[in-house]
DNA sequence: AGCCTGCTTTCAACCGGTTGCAATTTCTCC
DNA sequence: GGAGAAATTGCAACCGGTTGAAAGCAGGCT
């Protein structure tokens, strides 16, 4: 399906041809001429199977068979109609479609926001792999806030196949009443009977607080995203689990916006923790805190060591490099469209891929400091 | 290479009723249900303005012209109607009303990398005006290449009311062909005969140079990017007048890619010109040079000043933080969807606002130090 | 009464594509 | 050569909603 519509200009000027010779040949008129199906206003109509239908002097229907349902004419007549369609510029119209088949060829991913760098690889990743299903990709924002998402998913689930929720802060109920309608994938989110794909963060997880351990820290600060994010909670909870392992305490602040400033506004609530290392729940909120610690003059690593999470765009230019757990968001976002689009448990069991998280070791962590909490 | 934005505007409710449940069968196994068409997944269909009219007694389109043309019928009909329609939980389909009407409330937003921070604001701002304008952004991604952009706007042709191209890089020609099937605008970028919406530049670059001749500078090399984007060339054709006016000489360099790698390729070749500072064609390639200085132990700003384009994500936090020209994309993507939706003149002249970049200075630029061309 | 006017509502065609079923053509095989 | 099967293709209905034209129905005026 790679009909180039480059030839735009002569399309159109076929296009033309064909509406002269259409009012010429009118033997069997059926329909009102006068009727200009809307493009732009102003703009030339689109090319239809019925355009193609008049040149080739097949029915619509077999037009529609020859385009759709390989083996059901004949490939002589076949070839001629993809040749007719590609000449004429012909591009199906995927609304029309929609009408009667129900299937709309486009999937949605709801995050919290576009700008959010956490969230370009996993846009990225989506966008490829529906490109390859031949599905068009839609993203929603819903700004962090719990009712838009709710009214985001509402206005979309009519037009969609497919909804992957990333980060999702609906209640379980109102996902599981989501899915009902249509197939749902959940990213960074767990829930009983709802396909889902989460990074094992584990690994990366190990390695940081090792890293940690071997630089002498004994006691470090989770600073905490927003409370009803369930990643949050997931990380908070894993670096509890190796620390604990590795002989570390863990205290987590309380939960503050998953951005820049939330970051740097959470520096003090950090401090008064006496930890000597953080980790933050992202990169976001890492930067943040960096920044806040320039503004503060405690030094990074050495005052205080920071890790991040997810290996945003922009963390290897911070002033220390950013110390950080890099998650395969890209890859993440393959596998969700993958689970949505995939229609037999084959497909489903060929998407197991491990989806590692990775330590990325830069410049932000130190050996520990003690430092008295303030 | 579809990507989708879209803005939800309107509110909706979570249809209720459930027929058909999955499989609880684990989050591991993800097995779909037998072969339920995506379709209609909740298997109970939708609720049509057919169902209305049964339930009413009113005829279709009663119903249709109740629910969306406002003073055709009866002020007690219409009520009567409405609360039907809510107590059925009816949500119009679009996909079926762009059939006959040709619209589809949806806008396309044409542009070569999401996940370039460039972009960012630019999409925030369309995104913003469209959610007022009760429109629906998507997202399409070019990955720089003219034949993907080619195909990415022939694809969305057919279902979106206008295209917003984003510095784009087809020829004129295919340009205007597109602009005569669906409306168009241009952001960074003219053509005639083509809405455009394109920052004024000159109050930025001027405050630039003016603080680059302070500073002792007499020479200023113009780090290029792609050599078929318009913008490059405009921006290098401004610098070079507000050069020349202040004294200050200019020579460019041959074009790179417009991304950090790009612009840490470019440090030999900016050394080269023995020029004592740089503008860089964005942020990106500004952001590749300082890294490539880090490498190559070129002291910024003590042995060369560098100045950005666009004020992007992380210039604030690199190593020094970089000096820029900010460009008001934010508005500049307001203006595109404006200018995409209005449909009168009046619109048009509504919509003048003056989008001025602004210097930003920060920390990578200083005092010109004389160095021998290598 | 008769006629014109203006407001409501319905009829019926239509958008572009899909699909069950029947009609037609072509192929097979005796 | 012709019957029967198979392959092709056309007809017509349909999806959900929109819209021009006409019908139904009040009231106002001569």
């Known amino acids: 399906m790679r009909v180039g519509f480059v030839v735009c200009t002569t399309a ?26 809307a493009s732009a206003p102003g703009g030339k109509p689109a090319v239809t199977i019925y355009d193609i239908a008049r040149t080739t002097g097949f029915s619509p229907s077999t037009i529609s068979r020859a385009l759709h349902k390989p083996g059901r004419v004949k490939p002589a ?23 009667t088949t129900g299937r709309t060829g ?7 926001d576009i700008t959010n760098p956490v969230f370009f690889d996993l846009v990225r990743g989506a966008e490829r792999r529906a ?20 009214e985001a998913v ?7 196949d497919g909804i992957i929720l990333a980060s999702s802060r609906l209640e379980q109920d109102q996902i599981r009443a989501i899915s009902e309608h249509k197939n749902v994938v959940l990213v960074n989110r767990t829930l009983a009977g709802v396909p889902s794909v989460v990074p094992q963060l584990q690994p990366g997880i190990r390695d940081a607080v090792n890293h940690l351990g071997a630089l ?12 009803n994010l369930w990643m949050s909670r997931h990380r908070l909870r894993l670096l509890e689990e190796e620390a604990t392992r ?18 740097r506004q959470s520096l003090h609530d950090i401090l008064e923790t006496g930890a000597t290392a953080v980790v933050a729940y992202n990169d976001l909120m890492a ?15 050495g005052g205080l060591s920071i890790i991040g999470f997810d290996d945003i765009f922009g963390s290897r230019f911070t002033s220390p490099p950013l110390t950080t757990i890099r998650t395969p968001l890209a890859l993440a976002g393959e596998e969700a469209v993958l689970l949505l689009t995939a229609t037999d448990a084959a497909d489903h069991m060929a998407s197991g891929e491990p989806l590692l998280a990775e330590f990325v070791l830069r410049g932000s962590t130190g050996a520990a400091v003690p430092r008295p909490a303030a």
Do not use: D
């Open 77 to 99: 007549t076949e070839k001629a109609i993809r040749a007719a369609a590609e000449s004429l510029g012909y591009r199906i119209n995927p609304m029309a479609r929609f009408v």
């Open 246 to 263: 590795a002989g570390i305490s863990v205290v987590a602040t309380s939960p503050a916006e998953p951005t820049v400033e939330g970051g």
């Open 216 to 227: 002498g820290h004994v006691s470090v600060a989770f600073l905490a995203g927003p409370i």
């Open 154 to 160: 509402g206005r979309l689930l009519p037009t969609v």
């Open 287 to 301: 930067i943040g805190l960096l920044l806040a610690c320039g503004e503060g003059n405690v030094p990074v690593p």
């Open 12 to 37: 159109c000027e076929i296009m033309e041809h064909v509406l002269r010779s259409r009012s010429q040949s009118g033997k069997v008129t059926l329909v009102s001429p006068e009727h200009v199906p």
């Open 106 to 112: 486009t999937l949605a991913l709801v995050l919290s």
């Open 131 to 150: 490109a390859r299903e031949g599905q068009t990709l839609v993203i929603a924002e819903t700004h962090g806030s719990s009712s838009i998402e709710q």
